[in-house]
């Protein structure tokens, strides 16, 4: 396939085939499965060699316009115009955040799991879809590494950058409050950038792990937790995608600040996820939606925000279940509205978010159900 791919890159049906007839004869089978006209066209949105070499890329991680036309080195009104096709076929979903669109392979239903299983019938050593994958990565890398200079060149002054929100004494006490007093055994606090977290829970851990990618800002936080004494945190340089921890090993897992500078938060999330031990608990703090645009070009900003079900829904998906949420409002305690934040205050300040999610420790139910043994909630 791997050549005839990309020969066979010649569209196209006509725009209106697959999915206009997709919306207007919504065909709906009573059980858990797709009409043959849904089949149909689900296989038809994938069914054209660039069209599926954009699912391949969507199974791996999300992407946006920019990089699929910058990885299938093809026009953006070409890319576009299949990534339509293919939403409204139901086999990639497609999500709006401030000016750019995110599109990921579908994830739910039976279109999803069509789509899916697509995908897993492809060779991977195809050479088309290997030399897809390089440039994806290429790109991806190209973005880290930006982002990585950001903050070598901010490492600095983090600490007042970090400012840019909602009162930071706030937020850690909120933090505070979501975490508990512990003690925790393992604390592990992931993009922990210049220690702050490590400074601020650490004392509540027998032992405090904080990993970065960036050696600069790990040079900040080993300076500091010098000098505040916290014998018992350590940093390592280490990637939050890949951390080289057994799983279930940490009582307490913290992301502050860190998820909208990623290219795959779900990934980071189910990541996080797999080290919490338990019954433990992991803490995610990131901005809430806003329209704040600039901050990608000039903060190395990914996303601009999460919402309270997008993540609920990947710490859900991660095997978390959702014990808490809280909005941190800089003008007080007023809601956001419409799912957007309220935009920055006079002083450009922003609504800072709480995700408080908790591993099942299915030990403690079975006891719990046999009555034999009281444990705490
Ligand atoms: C905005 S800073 C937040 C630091 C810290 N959590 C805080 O609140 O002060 C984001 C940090 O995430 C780190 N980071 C970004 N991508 C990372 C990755 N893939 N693995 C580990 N750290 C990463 C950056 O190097 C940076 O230090």
Redo the contacts with the bound molecule.
Sequence with gaps: MSDALQEMDQPREPESGTASRRKSTPEVTGGQGLSSAQVLASLRGAGEATRLRILALLAETEHNVKDLTQILIQSQPRISRHLKLMAEAGIITRFREGSWVFFRIADTGPEGALARAIVDSLDPSDLTLARDRARAEAVQKAR?EA??DY?KAH?AE??S??ALHVAESQVEAAMAEALGDGPFELLV?????????LELFGPRADKALG????HD??AYARAKLERVGLTQAQLRH????NIPLPDGTADAV?????L???DDPAT?VTEAARLVAPGGRLLI?DFAPHELEFLREQSAHRRLGFGRGQLGRMMESAGLKLLSFQDLNPHGDAPSKNGIAEQASSEGKLTVSLWLGQKPDALRKARKRNGKVEVAA
């Design positions: 880290a982002a990585q903050f490492a983090w600490d950058i970090r606090d992931l993009g922990t950038g210049t220690g702050r977290i990993f970065d990618l960036n800002m790990l280490g990637d939050l995608y913290v992301v502050h600040q860190v909208h500078f990623l980071a703090v």
